[in-house]
């Protein structure tokens, strides 16, 4: 089983739209939770840490539910620009400077 | 950005031959770590580094070597290249208790 798993996708959504993405993680021992940002053919980008209270960044919300072990990552008003595969990383359970990735969800949004 | 820089940027080499990728930060951050990239699989811990000569193993580390002789720099050598270490290389750095950063990778492709 991989220890973290994302829904490959494409979303195809309109702009405008509001659109989640879900990560689940194996182990609950796991403490840090993070959502990357990588366009086609580039690195990938901190887009923001997820915090056990849930965080918001602007047009972005990411909370983590510690009891079904997943986090999400949810944003509204999505603009063209906001096309991109997201990927999530979780600290390893016993190891917290190890991180494992997601392999990605990828949006589209159209005009 | 942060101050990262991965080298070569683009690599083609042949199968058996022995192939270095350097990374190499001006952040002075403890954490240095080798991914691979690959469809499907998305990134993928090889090596990580914790301290200058600190280094420790990661998902998928056979057929991989790295040193970390200078906080700066960091290593990553292939000794007889394979096939199947055709891939996209990114280096990431991290301070104590921050997300990683990552530079802009390194494509190496082996015939």
């Known amino acids: 089983r991989k220890e973290v798993e994302q829904d490959p996708g494409p979303f195809n959504v309109p702009e405008g739209a509001t659109v989640a993405f879900n990560c689940t993680y194996s182990?609950?021992?796991?403490?840090?939770f993070f959502w990357y940002r990588q366009d086609c053919r580039k690195e990938p980008k901190l887009l923001m840490s997820?915090?056990?209270s849930g965080n918001e960044d602007g047009r972005f919300t990411a909370q983590l539910n510690r009891a079904s072990q997943y986090i999400s990552l949810l944003i509204r008003d999505s603009k063209l620009s906001d096309s991109a595969t997201y990927l999530c990383a979780v600290s390893g359970p016993y190891n917290f400077n190890k991180f494992y990735f997601g392999s990605g969800t990828k949006l589209n949004v159209k005009p | 950005d942060a101050g990262i820089t991965q080298s070569p940027r683009h690599k083609v080499t042949e199968t058996g031959t022995p192939v270095t990728l350097r990374c190499h930060q001006t952040?002075?951050?403890?954490?240095m770590y080798w991914y691979r990239q690959d469809p499907g699989h998305g990134l993928r811990l090889i090596h990580y580094?914790?301290?200058?000569?600190?280094?420790d193993k990661g998902e998928v580390s056979d057929g991989y070597s790295v040193s970390r002789s200078k906080t700066e720099d960091f290593l990553l050598t292939l000794e007889s290249a394979t096939s199947s270490q055709t891939s996209v290389y990114f280096c990431?750095?991290?301070?104590?208790?921050?997300?990683?950063?990552f530079g802009d990778g390194t494509r190496l492709s082996i015939l």
């Open positions: 580094s914790y301290g200058v000569k600190d280094t």
């Open positions: 182990n609950s021992a796991s403490q840090s």
């Open positions: 952040e002075n951050h403890r954490y």
């Open positions: 990431a750095i991290r301070a104590d208790n921050q997300p990683q950063h």
């Open positions: 997820v915090y056990s």
